[in-house]
């Protein structure tokens, strides 16, 4: 079957760094998406890697290990707004789907 | 910026009405998305679209139906709602930039069945 792990919630205070991680077991692979949702919002594209490597965007960093099925998602300088559930997402076999994880939910305190 | 709108936002209805929720785009994008999603819980692929006259049933299974009769709209019906189906559906198109596949999530229709 096709699945994507992620831990269900992490907690972290304000200013720090925060990895949220993913493993997925999928059919096929063409790259791993994370992608944050605020509650009541939708879910915003935030980064993409279809190569191992580290990808820096900001405050955010992305990293994928094609060969271990692994990535995650690092946070820097955590503020209250990144408050919100993120997503893993790999596009299947044919690359017509994206499948995404059941959503990891951070908490930043204070 | 990302153009994908759903209509409506909101809606409340009673049990065995049909409905038709709306999801259009103008980024010319040809694959098209619908989701299911409770509050906190993961996005459960309902329907999806390649293109033009093109339409596949996604990973949950679900009684409504939906059609792609232009590039840019994908509306999804429910033929006889339930409480079962209360949720929020999300609509979203992607295009595939050198590899990149990018979703664009329109804001989506929270729906109550009573």
């Known amino acids: 079957g096709q699945s994507l792990e992620q831990p269900s919630e992490v907690t972290a205070v304000e200013g720090a760094i925060v990895q949220i991680n993913c493993t997925y077991q999928?059919?096929?692979?063409?790259?791993l998406s994370w992608y944050q949702q605020h509650d009541g919002g939708a879910p915003t594209f935030l980064s993409y890697n279809a190569l191992d490597g580290l990808e820096e965007t900001g405050r955010f960093s992305s990293f994928l290990s094609r060969s271990d099925s692994y990535g995650y998602l690092l946070l820097q300088e955590l503020q209250m707004k990144d408050s919100a559930s993120y997503f893993c997402a790999v596009r299947d076999t044919g690359g017509f789907k994206t499948i995404f994880g059941a959503g990891t939910r951070l908490f930043v305190k204070a | 910026e990302a153009d994908i709108y759903q209509t409506p936002r909101y809606l409340v209805i009673g049990t065995g009405k049909k409905i038709t929720l709306e999801c259009s785009q103008t980024m010319g994008h040809d694959k098209m998305y619908w989701y299911q999603q409770d509050p906190g819980m993961e996005l459960h692929l309902i329907h999806y679209?390649?293109?033009?006259?093109?339409?596949e049933k996604g990973d949950l299974s679900s009684e409504s139906t939906v059609s792609r009769i232009r590039t840019e709209h994908f509306p999804l019906t429910l033929e006889s709602a339930r409480p079962s189906h209360t949720s929020q559906y999300l609509c979203?198109?992607?295009?595939?930039?050198?590899?990149?596949?990018?979703?664009?999530f329109g804001p989506g229709t929270r729906l109550t069945v009573l």
């Open positions: 979203a198109s992607s295009g595939t930039t050198g590899g990149l596949d990018t979703q664009y």
């Open positions: 999928t059919s096929g692979f063409y790259g």
């Open positions: 679209s390649y293109g033009v006259n093109s339409t």
